[in-house]
C-alpha cells in the first residue's frame, strides 16, 4: 500500500497494534498522542490518510477534525475516525465534524489493513485528475 499515515491516539497499546498491522502492510506510521500534536504534525503535509481517535484528552476527535477541515491545506486529507464510539449516530457525528471515513474498535486485525487501504485507494480516485 505504502501509504503515510497519521494516527492521533492517546493509549499506547491501540497505537502499537494500529503500528503493527500497518508497518506489516508496507505503511509509514506517525503516531501523535494528542489533538494538538496532532494538529502540529498535520500541518507538515506529510499523512496521505489521518486517522483519529475521538476519546482523546483535552481536545476530542470531534474538535481536532473540525480544526484539521478549518486549514485549507488539508481539505482533502481523508480522515479517518477510529474510535470505540458504536453507539446509533456516533458514526454521523464524526462525519459531520469532518471526519471523510470511520471504523469502530476494537479492530478486526484480519480486516482492518484492507480497511485502511481503500480509505487511501478513495482518497487518490477523488485527487485523480479528471
Not at 508497518?23 to 499523512?47: F, I, N, Q, S
Not at 470511520?102 to 485527487?127: C, M, S
Request: aromatic share 8%; net charge negative.
Amino acid at each position: 500500500m505504502k501509504a503515510k499515515i497519521l494516527y492521533i491516539e492517546d493509549n499506547t497499546q491501540n497505537f502499537y497494534l494500529v503500528n503493527f498491522i500497518l508497518t506489516a502492510a508496507d505503511c509509514e506510521v506517525l503516531w501523535a498522542k494528542d489533538g494538538p500534536e496532532g494538529l502540529e504534525l498535520a500541518a507538515r503535509g506529510w499523512a496521505d490518510l489521518i486517522l483519529l481517535d475521538i476519546q482523546l484528552p483535552g481536545m476530542d476527535g470531534y474538535a481536532v477534525a473540525r480544526a484539521l477541515r478549518a486549514s485549507a491545506a488539508l481539505d482533502s486529507t481523508p480522515i479517518v475516525a477510529l474510535t470505540s464510539y458504536a453507539m446509533a449516530g456516533d458514526r454521523e457525528k464524526a462525519l459531520e465534524a469532518g471526519c471523510t471515513g470511520y471504523i469502530e474498535k476494537p479492530i478486526n486485525p484480519g480486516t482492518f489493513a484492507a480497511q485502511v487501504e481503500r480509505h487511501v485507494l478513495d482518497a487518490q480516485a477523488r485527487r485523480a485528475p479528471s
